[in-house]
């Protein structure tokens, strides 16, 4: 920073090069355009959904979480060791859904940071008056909930992994289990990415945010478990299959349990068949393309 | 430098109710540029087009010569903007915000933080700028603004009403800072107000649009110095009780007019007369000698932009609506 120049405040007195007026100096260097912005974008908002780069309060609730998700996996690890169990109390696949509740309320908490901030703080303009375009700030924005996700739910698998592996447990069941596990909470991250991000994007305020998410993925499970409790006394299998459908957490097992050798949690242990698990993948893909698109058509009016 | 900063042709933008520019033609070269209209006259509407964020629906526009229809991310990636409304979180240091917002620019980390930690300075931000942005006055808060579209060294920046919610004071402030952009810092501004006054000191060029037309557009000084006022202010003695008065007949007497400089406190002292040319001077200087009277100020008033407008918008009701906010 010594050597700083100003054109307009040349040296005076002859042998004295130093410059004490520090001007306005102008950049010349690179300007490495949209790509480069989005990816900005995408690692600011990852960093900010575990409250890096931000204040310490903000750090608390994501981090605390995280440590939530991950405790249960290092017990069963501990567990597994200690009586030397022949295989982990419980299975990859089926991690994620029972610790449901955490991830949601990590959605509901993070999904709203992400994006009413901005809406509220009226910073979307800023963002659009600079190289990037809606489809940038959807994606980055996007990509970074489902990163973030993803971190969550894949940190404990891969204790559990670690874990089975020092246990001394079958490499190839587990690895393939853990591969399984990985493909199952990948999907999960980026339909609860999806519809976190949605929810929040419709309002500018933090806590109708908040409130939405949870209201969104606790009321459909336990409308849609209650109901698959009916039609099971009523021995309709069809009906729990397609009752299913209707909620973010039931689709993603119905998902595993059909492709991804997964015991469904349905009432019964019953998950779909193959013909209907065709169905709950494009419904699952088919979800996330449309918070995709719901997204990108709520940004388009958010102009300046 | 390009002759033409900015050039529309007939640009016009119709929502289904309203119309907000209708064939609006107008180039805008170097320099500091005012774009004056009341609230809804197009300015912002203007902008957005101008940022290739919003298609015209006729006519076309060019910024930095680059086709606002086809090179918005170019163009965007030139020019800087702050907006009118508020748009900082207030959680972040405005450090943060900044070096964010310049690596939303394009420019890679180091650059960012060296630019953010100049450009904050030139702006005026020194200590405060590790604080969270929640505990900033308004003027430091539109400090950090200017700062944001500042930071990545634009060729031109569009500035929308940065003087608004601001002191007397921070006014001034802001307008010394948006003078420097261009003097010291080499960037073009284009710069919007509702009020004609604060622009007439700051800009070379103002360019005034109503209801989405073009009303006017030229330099500053056509505005101000086609003609000079001059500003009188004289003592009274024992022979003259009234020195302003007998100072208005003698004047009178030898065919020069008078008027009394407005309704300001104090301003029933001061008289106003349009200067024809060197021999006004001498002539007033005369009459007052001859009187015995003491002369107090005699001083060149600026026209205000304002008053301008209303000569030529005699007969315009939309027009005086304009002019209106000028004072």
């Known amino acids: 920073m010594a050597t700083e120049q100003s054109t307009r405040t040349p040296a005076t007195g002859s042998g004295d090069t130093r410059i004490h007026n520090i001007g306005y100096r102008s950049y010349d260097g690179p300007r490495l355009g949209r790509s480069y912005a989005r990816l900005s974008l995408y690692s600011q908002s990852l960093r900010g959904a575990y409250g ?106 891969l204790v559990l992994y670690v874990g089975a592996l020092l246990a001394k447990l079958d490499f190839t069941d587990q690895t393939k289990g853990f591969a399984q596990g990985l493909v199952s909470v990948a999907l999960l991250s980026l339909l609860f990415a999806g519809i976190g991000l949605v929810i929040a994007a419709v309002t500018p305020r933090r806590g109708f945010g908040i409130a939405a998410v949870i209201a969104v993925l606790t009321i459909s499970y336990g409308a849609v478990s209650t109901l698959q409790a009916i039609a099971e006394t009523q021995g309709d299998g069809d009906g729990i299959a397609l009752i299913g459908l209707f909620s973010p957490i039931t689709l993603i097992d119905g998902v595993q349990s059909a492709f991804l050798g997964a015991t469904s949690a349905f009432p019964g242990g019953v998950g779909p068949s193959n013909a ?29 | 430098m390009d002759v033409t900063v900015i050039a529309t042709e007939s640009l016009s933008k119709r929502f289904p109710r309203v119309t907000a520019l209708d064939r609006l033609s107008v180039d805008v070269g170097p320099g500091v540029t005012g774009l004056v209209g009341a609230n809804g006259a197009g300015k912002s509407t203007l902008i957005k087009i101008l940022l290739g964020l919003s298609p015209a629906t006729e006519g076309r526009a060019e910024v930095l010569g680059l086709d606002v229809a086809t090179d918005g991310a170019a163009i965007r990636e030139r020019v800087g903007y702050m907006p009118e409304h508020d748009c900082l979180p207030p959680d972040v240091s405005a450090t943060e915000f900044v070096v964010h917002m310049a690596r939303m620019s394009g420019l890679p980390a180091t650059a960012a933080r060296e630019r953010t930690a100049d450009t904050l300075r030139h702006v005026g931000l020194y200590e405060e700028r590790y604080r969270p942005i929640g505990g900033y006055s308004t003027g430091m808060k539109q400090r950090v603004k200017l700062a944001q579209a500042l930071v990545h060294d634009p060729q031109l920046v569009f500035l929308d009403e940065p003087t608004n919610g601001l002191d007397p004071v921070g006014r001034d402030e802001m307008l ?15 710069v919007t107000s509702h009020l004609l006054g604060e622009l007439e000191r700051t800009c070379d060029h103002v360019v005034v649009v109503d209801g989405g037309k073009l009303l006017r557009s030229s330099s500053t000084r056509d505005f101000t110095q086609t003609t000079t006022t001059l500003a009188i202010e004289v003592t009274d003695t024992d022979e003259h009780p009234d020195g302003t008065r007998a100072v208005r007949d003698a004047l009178h007497a030898r065919g020069v007019t008078v008027q009394d400089a407005g ?65």
């Open chain 1, 52 to 157: 890096l780069g931000r204040s310490a309060k903000s750090k608390v609730l994501p981090m605390l979480l995280f440590v939530v998700m991950c405790v249960p996996a290092a017990i069963m690890v501990a567990v597994a060791v200690a009586t030397k169990a022949k295989d982990l109390p419980v299975d990859y696949t089926r991690y994620a859904i029972i610790m449901q509740a955490v991830i949601s309320l990590y959605v509901a908490s993070q999904a709203p940071q992400s994006v009413s901030r901005d809406l509220r703080f009226k910073t979307v303009p800023l963002y659009f008056s600079r190289p990037i375009e809606t489809a940038d700030y959807v994606r980055a924005k996007f990509a970074a909930l489902t990163s973030a996700l993803f971190i969550l739910t894949a940190a404990p698998l």
């Open chain 1, 276 to 304: 209907e698990g065709v169905v709950y993948v494009l419904f699952t893909l088919g979800l996330i393309a449309a918070s995709y698109g719901l997204l990108m058509r709520r940004y388009k009016k958010v102009g300046l």
């Open chain 2, 176 to 190: 010394g800072l948006i003078r420097r952009i261009h003097t010291d810092f080499g960037i073009s501004v284009l």
């Open chain 2, 263 to 327: 309704g300001l406190p104090g301003a029933g002292h001061i008289l106003q007369l349009t200067a024809q040319g060197e021999d006004t001077y001498d002539l007033v200087r005369d009459v007052i000698a001859d009187l015995g009277l003491g002369l107090v100020r005699m001083e060149q008033r600026r026209h205000q932009i304002a008053e301008v407008f209303k000569d030529d918008a005699d007969g315009d009701a939309q027009r005086k609506e304009a002019v209106g906010h000028g004072n």
